[in-house]
């Protein structure tokens, strides 16, 4: 009896454990592993496989300034002290009449000596020095005619000598030095030859006044009608000039012939009239 109680017994565990509800099968244990956090990207611009990166254009270098002090400057040199000495009288030829105002000009020669002592120089030094030694000296005379003009350098000077309505006088002083620091020169004007004429109106054929009748010289003379319409151009010498009459600036205009005329002088003191202009 007590067999078939244990038989039954077992029987009876084996048929719940067939019955009951199986477990499910329990997951891998899981394993955690730390890993730092990864940087941030900036993101890129996307651009396209076909269209090339453009290429930046060469940018030259720039040209480096050239300091103040290697532009060339023109050197003055230090003009000696003026020690040589041209004094004279300007008067008329004709009575003798001291001349006012006559501008005197002085103009060193330039020498082979003066070429030889600039080659020795820098090139603004020996700019700079030959301007100083052809440079222009200029003085004018005073109510008696007479002037003093001081010149730095030593030689031989061509002085030139001028005033409005004379022939311009020209002349050389000797050789001015230390031996010799001065000179005189008394010029005589002549008043040279002249032309004279009338200016007339076309209508009336009377005078007309206060018209500028020019020479187309180097120095432009030229003389001024008077209330009759006559005027006179002195201090010429001999040649061929154009004569003309200015009507800039005057209610004047010309005529079918343009107010101008040719005129030759032949002697020095010849007088051309009759030039006159309608």
Known sequence: VVAMMILLLVALIGLAFMLAPHKPIAPPASRIAYEPKPLEKTP???????????????VAPAEPETPESEVPELILLEEPEKAFTITGTVVTFVGREPVRNAQITAVRKFTQEDTVTLASLQENERRAARTQLVRPHRVQSDAKGEFTL?????????????SPSYVKFKTETPLL?????????????????TIAGRVVEVTSNEGVAGLMVRVESADGPFGVTKEDGTYVIKGLEPGQFGVAVDLQGTTYMAG????????????????????DFT
């Not at 001081?150 to 000598?161: A, L, N, S, T």
Request: hydrophobic content about 35%; proline content about 12%.
């Open 177 to 193: 030095n230390a031996a010799a620091p001065e000179t005189r020169i008394d010029a005589k004007l002549s008043s040279g030859a």
């Open 150 to 162: 001081k010149v730095p350098h030593e030689g031989v000077y061509e002085v030139e000598i001028f």
């Open 256 to 275: 079918r012939e343009l107010p101008y005329q040719r005129v030759t002088i032949k002697t020095p003191d010849e007088k051309v009239t009759g030039i």
């Open 44 to 58: 890129q611009p996307v651009t396209s496989a076909s269209a090339p990166e453009p290429v930046k254009p060469a």
